[in-house]
């Protein structure tokens, strides 16, 4: 068994996708250092993360999917990490069974946080992508009447509870809270902080491996969810919906649109901000391990109402609707033609070495369109 395990279990849009594409591409120079990130494809710790919480259907993993993960865990001598931000829905019956689990090995918690106004706009925007939302006014006037349920709400994101579920049975020391920096901030700072945690060099890793997971403007995410209830049945599945309209069309299309920045309003922002400055006091009075500063999970007062999708206008809406439709037709022009390449390609190509030749086009076709 694993002498440490490091379990990150959250919050989602709190830097995770860029901590853990770093790692994941690192495997080796890491397991080198006695550090193992465990799973044959990298969407194994989020299956894995289902499996905790129980969850079936729509694409949902198999029940073995935690076992294999903690068989990999059992087998390595060193540090482990085990990494998802969805393990931070789990029950508090969910979090001990896991605990559980990997005993004898040492296990520390490790939650990145970042404070709440800039974290609601991208967790609404990110359920935008891949559920139906609804418009950010009304999301946030559920969330904060505890009417949001699963992993945009508040099951992610309250970090004393879930530090709470996830912590009952560990010594303060071995549950780590890594904040979020503020903007401004060195960009490898959070990278800093995190290695702080695993207790390995900053330069132990390419960070060049790392993708921006950017987020749209108002207005694109104006246009996206007005979208949404067009788009036909085939996309409604959740890994069609995380393929082609989360990473296709919100990240390939509408991200690189470069819009304007948004937020909450002032009245929403200012109820997060009371209940930003009572969880700061509760993580600092069960005296967890701090990386970083209480304080920057304290929202910012803002002079002025920033803007928002809601105030988008219809001029606006179709600016951007224009440049989707001119980047998606380019799209499929690019794909035609790499189509109607590969079809003159087979047909030059004899029978010896067709099957070959066609077999390599198509995964390479393939891959672009998954990207």
Same mark, same amino acid.
């Given at each position: 068994?694993?002498?440490?395990?490091?379990?990150? $279990?959250?919050?989602?849009?709190?830097?995770?996708?860029?901590?853990?594409?770093?790692?994941?591409?690192?495997?080796?120079?890491?397991?080198?250092?006695?550090?193992?990130?465990?799973?044959?494809?990298?969407?194994?710790?989020?299956?894995? *993360?289902?499996?905790?919480?129980?969850?079936?259907?729509?694409?949902?993993?198999? #029940?073995?999917?935690?076992?294999?993960?903690? *068989?990999?865990?059992?087998?390595?001598?060193?540090?482990?990490? $085990?990494?998802?931000?969805?393990?931070?829905?789990?029950?508090?019956?969910?979090?001990?069974?896991?605990?559980?689990?990997?005993?004898?090995?040492?296990?520390?918690?490790?939650?990145?946080?970042?404070?709440?106004?800039?974290?609601?706009?991208?967790?609404?925007?990110?359920?935008?992508?891949?559920?139906?939302?609804?418009?950010?006014?009304?999301?946030?006037?559920?969330?904060?009447?505890?009417?949001?349920?699963?992993?945009?709400?508040?099951?992610?994101?309250?970090? #004393?509870?879930?530090?709470?579920?996830?912590?009952?049975?560990?010594?303060?020391?071995?549950?780590?809270?890594?904040?979020?920096?503020?903007?401004?901030?060195?960009?490898?700072?959070?990278?800093?902080?995190?290695?702080?945690?695993?207790? $390995?060099?900053?330069?132990?890793?390419?960070?060049?491996?790392?993708?921006?997971?950017?987020?749209?403007?108002?207005?694109?995410?104006?246009?996206?969810?007005?979208?949404?209830?067009?788009? #036909?049945?085939?996309?409604?599945?959740?890994?069609?919906?995380?393929?082609?309209?989360?990473?296709?069309?919100?990240?390939?299309?509408?991200?690189?649109?470069?819009?304007?920045?948004?937020?909450?309003?002032?009245?929403?922002?200012?109820?997060?901000?009371?209940?930003?400055?009572?969880?700061?006091?509760?993580?600092?009075?069960?005296?967890?391990?701090?990386?970083?500063?209480?304080?920057?999970?304290?929202?910012?007062?803002?002079?002025?109402?920033?803007?928002?999708?809601?105030?988008?206008?219809?001029?606006?809406?179709?600016?951007?609707?224009?440049?989707?439709?001119?980047?998606?037709?380019?799209?499929?022009?690019?794909?035609?033609?790499?189509?109607?390449?590969?079809?003159?390609?087979?047909?030059?190509?004899?029978?010896?070495?067709?099957?070959?030749?066609?077999?390599?086009?198509?995964?390479?076709?393939?891959?672009?369109?998954?990207?």
């Amino acid at each position: 068994m694993a002498e440490r395990v490091f379990f990150h $279990i959250g919050a989602p849009k709190s830097g995770t996708t860029f901590l853990q594409t770093v790692m994941w591409h690192n495997r080796k120079p890491l397991r080198d250092l006695g550090l193992l990130y465990p799973g044959r494809r990298r969407m194994d710790h989020f299956h894995a *993360s289902e499996t905790v919480r129980g969850l079936t259907g729509d694409g949902a993993a198999t #029940p073995t999917a935690w076992d294999r993960l903690c *068989s990999e865990v059992e087998r390595w001598p060193g540090t482990a990490l $085990i990494t998802h931000e969805f393990f931070a829905a789990a029950s508090a019956e969910q979090a001990r069974r896991s605990l559980e689990r990997l005993a004898p090995a040492q296990v520390d918690v490790v939650f990145t946080a970042r404070d709440y106004g800039r974290q609601f706009p991208a967790v609404w925007q990110e359920a935008v992508k891949m559920q139906s939302a609804g418009p950010l006014d009304d999301y946030m006037d559920r969330l904060l009447a505890n009417q949001v349920t699963g992993p945009w709400g508040w099951s992610t994101q309250d970090v #004393p509870a879930i530090l709470e579920r996830w912590s009952s049975t560990l010594d303060p020391g071995n549950v780590h809270v890594v904040t979020v920096p503020p903007r401004g901030a060195p960009r490898d700072l959070l990278w800093r902080r995190w290695c702080q945690v695993l207790e $390995i060099s900053p330069q132990s890793c390419d960070l060049d491996v790392a993708f921006g997971n950017e987020s749209m403007g108002a207005a694109q995410a104006a246009f996206l969810l007005k979208v949404k209830p067009h788009l #036909p049945a085939e996309l409604r599945p959740a890994p069609e919906r995380h393929a082609w309209v989360r990473g296709h069309l919100g990240h390939e299309v509408l991200v690189p649109q470069q819009g304007v920045r948004f937020g909450l309003r002032l009245h929403h922002l200012e109820q997060l901000r009371l209940r930003a400055l009572k969880d700061s006091k509760v993580l600092a009075a069960r005296a967890y391990d701090v990386v970083g500063d209480l304080d920057e999970l304290i929202p910012e007062q803002p002079q002025a109402e920033p803007p928002n999708p809601a105030d988008v206008t219809d001029a606006e809406l179709v600016e951007v609707g224009v440049r989707a439709a001119a980047t998606l037709t380019a799209q499929v022009r690019s794909l035609s033609k790499e189509r109607d390449d590969l079809r003159r390609r087979v047909r030059a190509t004899g029978r010896r070495g067709r099957a070959t030749a066609m077999g390599r086009s198509l995964a390479k076709l393939t891959g672009r369109m998954r990207r």
